[in-house]
T-cell receptor
Framework: EDQVTQSPEALRLQEGESSSLNCSYTVSGLRGLFWYRQDPGKGPEFLFTLYSAGEEKEKERLKATLTKKESFLHITAPKPEDSATYLCAVRGSGTYKYIFGTGTRLKVLA | GAVVSQHPSRVICKSGTSVKIECRSLDFQATTMFWYRQFPKQSLMLMATSNEGSKATYEQGVEKDKFLINHASLTLSTLTVTSAHPEDSSFYIC????????????FGPGTRLTVL
């Protein structure tokens, strides 16, 4: 059964304190792993798509990496405006459906 | 990135009434759209897949007569919550794959439904 597990559930960081969020997955024929940011009361905002092990993508203070079993979202020198819930999802072969993790709630303190 | 809109952003209704939520892809065409439901501090739960020109596909446990989906065109899908009850109160979000190689899903801003 396809499954996505995110950890930690919640994370509090001081401004400038770098850290990583984890997304472990099990899927039949990975067609893509997706990272989204969701602010309270809003829809998820697309961040990255990763397709194959070893792939990396960066955007400002965020960097996403992928192995055959998990993905990491690295946050370098975070700022308070990076506070949000970060969602990971995977798409398997033969479907457009995403399987979502439960998210990591990130709080960056000034 | 691709833009998806939803209307209304917030709706309050009385128990027993029906509520329609619209989802539009603004700068791309979408033969498929998805409807999700999200409870506070929980992740997104897929309710159904909306298919242009054919019937929607509902996930297990989702009542198709309760949540009516119509995919009227390549840019518009609607979700109608029929005879709404307080337990239907939730945050409803639609998404559409961009149609590019990635088929990345882009999400609408969501609709907060409160049933009194």
């Amino acid at each position: 059964e396809d499954q996505v597990t995110q950890s930690p559930e919640a994370l509090r960081l001081q401004e400038g304190e770098s850290s990583s969020l984890n997304c472990s997955y099990t899927v039949s024929g990975l067609r893509g792993l997706f990272w989204y940011r969701q602010d309270p009361g809003k829809g998820p905002e697309f961040l990255f798509t990763l397709y194959s092990a070893g792939e990396e993508k960066e955007k400002e203070r965020l960097k996403a990496t992928l192995t055959k079993k998990e993905s990491f979202l690295h946050i370098t020198a975070p700022k308070p405006e990076d506070s949000a819930t970060y969602l990971c999802a995977v798409r398997g072969s033969g479907t457009y459906k995403y399987i979502f993790g439960t998210g990591t709630r990130l709080k960056v303190l000034a | 990135g691709a833009v998806v809109s939803q209307h209304p952003s917030r709706v309050i209704c009385k128990s027993g009434t029906s509520v329609k939520i619209e989802c539009r892809s603004l700068d791309f065409q979408a033969t498929t759209m998805f409807w999700y439901r999200q409870f506070p501090k929980q992740s997104l739960m897929l309710m159904a897949t909306s298919n242009e020109g054919s019937k929607a596909t509902y996930e297990q446990g989702v009542e198709k007569d309760k949540f009516l989906i119509n995919h009227a065109s390549l840019t518009l899908s609607t979700l109608t919550v029929t005879s709404a009850h307080p337990e239907d109160s939730s945050f409803y979000i639609c998404s559409a794959p961009s149609g590019s190689r990635t088929d990345t899903q882009y999400f609408g801003p969501g609709t907060r439904l409160t049933v009194l």
